[in-house]
């Protein structure tokens, strides 16, 4: 017997995510009585809209989603074992979908064979049942079968599948199989490689994925504050974790010294449609510690802090921890005080001696500043919130560049998502993911993001070739393409690629005023690794 023990980070995200469903909501489930079978939250599966959700929100994921149509928890045990580099290579993919859609006739040459494999239309996805083949079909004993699969999740490496060629082909032609049908039962038995998925983990990953996917659907809100508290995991930033909650109609606030714990919380009051909003929590903060954000959060438990003097004396964290508050915009929500007052007020701090009767816990009102200082650009602020947070609740960069994109020619990502199919057109946006797998022959698929959606982009190794540092190095892309249009499923094929990542490093020059509130399309937040240069604060 083998047993696979998984420290996935999707389990630690669905405990706290049921912790705060009953703790908030007084619904208390497990893993095991998640209501099943729910019948939107495959809806919400087939539009692919899984970001955040346990395996089925890759690239790969989502572009097979539309197609196979999930509809039952099978289905997604199916799911989450084709899309991978074996069935893939033995070419199980295709003829999987077109039997699910009926275009081509399940064939089972006898009915042991029908036995084995009907629940995959004939086509054998799991080790188990490439096992049961092997038994069935070539007569292999039980402990031949054995050595089969330990073979296949070699082969690539020492070669053993190849020594049960002649025997499992011999072997069928015995038992009545035509040679076509043996040398594609080899074919594909040879093409899972080390990637070929026994059942029983597929369908232990299929749970997670339903669980997840459920918990998405049903309450979007305690979704999130548990993807946030459970980080670093999955495709996704935090920011286009924000970005995609908001579009579920979660409300977001912002890091408070006066309401933000170290996690992530629910607060209320509940909204007729069941929501809480959700408040990021310090942890999100670069640099902070725990053990201060603690100290914070137990100093003004017996009430809220007045002032950025205040907080300094009763929760006797030092400046630098109060600096990293400042930069995060964290006074603003509560104490009205920009980024730079905050820090003003900090740097006051710095030069005075410790309070004589501090411990009397005597505060006083924060001064007005000494000079007027000047509001920082809008921009600034959102380069200054992704640069300390990782993500910004303001507007989304890319809306700070849209008129000098439009005199390129470059179009909105909503825009080239419903253009017909075929059209050529030029997108540009922040690259989210980048992901070359082994199984495409070299083709990269990338992701990008403007603020009011997504693209896909399909990127043929030859121009990959030619463009690769700026497609690895770049953080703003503008890629020309033609539109593939296939149901549900939307991508760009790259025809030419260019680095804009020096126009993105202008954005904390601008302020909306300057480019126009109402050219805005969205405002959104997205992830970016090191995109622009640090702003001077003072």
Not at 83 to 105: K, T
Not at 145 to 157: G, H, I, P, S, V
Not at 391 to 419: G, V, W
Not at 480 to 501: F, R
Request: hydrophobic share 45%; with cysteine; glycine share 6%.
């Amino acid at each position: 017997m083998k047993v696979d023990i998984l420290a996935l980070g999707m389990l630690t995200c669905m405990k706290k995510g049921l912790d705060l469903l009953g703790e908030h909501k007084g619904q208390h489930f497990t893993l095991q009585t998640i209501p099943a079978e729910d019948p939107r939250t495959y809806a919400m599966i087939r539009k692919a809209d899984t970001i955040g959700v346990f395996q089925i929100e890759s690239r790969a994921q989502m572009s097979m989603l539309p197609r196979l149509k999930p509809r039952m928890f099978y289905d997604l045990v199916i799911e989450v074992a084709i899309v991978r580099p074996g069935p893939i290579q033995g070419d199980m993919v295709h003829p999987y979908l077109r039997r699910r859609e009926g275009i081509e006739p399940e064939n089972y040459p006898t009915p042991e064979l029908e036995a084995v494999l009907k629940k995959t239309l004939g086509i054998p996805l799991f080790q188990e049942q490439a096992m049961q083949v092997a038994m069935i079909c070539a007569g292999f004993t039980a402990a031949e079968a054995d050595q089969l699969r330990r073979a296949m999740a070699t082969f690539k490496n020492t070669g053993t599948v190849s020594q049960f060629q002649t025997r499992l082909i011999e072997g069928m032609r015995a038992n009545g199989y035509d040679e076509d049908f043996a040398e594609r039962i080899y074919q594909q038995l040879e093409g899972f490689g080390s990637y070929g998925f026994p059942e029983s983990h597929a369908a232990s990953f299929a749970i997670l994925a339903y669980s997840s996917s459920w918990m998405k659907c049903t309450h979007p809100d305690v979704f999130l504050a548990s993807l946030l508290n459970s980080q670093p995991m999955g495709f996704y930033a935090p920011a286009q974790l924000v970005r995609d909650a908001r579009e579920h109609g979660v409300e977001i606030r912002p890091v408070c010294v006066n309401a933000s714990r170290w996690d992530s919380t629910l607060e209320g009051p509940e909204r007729p449609d069941g929501m809480f909003a959700v408040r990021l929590g310090m942890s999100l903060i670069k640099g902070l510690a725990n053990d201060d954000a603690a100290r914070i959060v137990a100093a003004r438990a017996s009430r809220p802090f007045a002032s950025v003097d205040d907080l300094w004396r009763r929760a006797g964290v030092k400046a630098a921890a109060l600096t990293h508050l400042a930069e995060a915009d964290a006074f603003r929500p509560s104490l009205g005080l920009a980024r730079r007052e905050a820090l003003w007020a900090i740097r006051a701090l710095r030069d005075e001696p410790l309070p004589l009767f501090a411990a009397a816990q005597i505060t006083r009102e924060a001064e007005e500043p000494d000079v007027l200082l000047q509001p920082m650009r809008d921009g600034a602020e959102v380069v200054r919130d992704y640069n300390r947070l990782g993500l910004s609740l303001r507007d989304h960069p890319l809306t700070f560049l849209r008129e000098d994109l439009r005199t390129r020619d470059i179009i909105t990502c909503r825009h080239a998502l419903n253009a017909k199919d075929g059209k050529r057109l030029t997108v540009a946006g922040l690259v989210l993911v980048r992901q070359r797998p082994g199984s495409a022959e070299g083709v990269v698929f990338m992701t990008l993001e403007d603020e009011t959606a997504n693209m896909n982009v399909i990127i043929w190794p030859d121009l990959f070739d030619a463009n690769r540092r700026v497609v690895l190095g770049g953080q703003m892309l503008a890629v020309m393409g033609m539109l593939q249009k296939e149901g549900d499923v939307v991508h760009l094929v790259a025809k030419e690629i260019t680095d804009l990542s020096g126009l993105l490093a202008d954005v904390g020059n601008r302020s909306l005023h300057e480019v126009g509130t109402a050219q805005q399309e969205a405002r959104s937040e997205s992830p970016i690794r090191k995109f622009l240069n640090n702003t001077s604060l003072l």
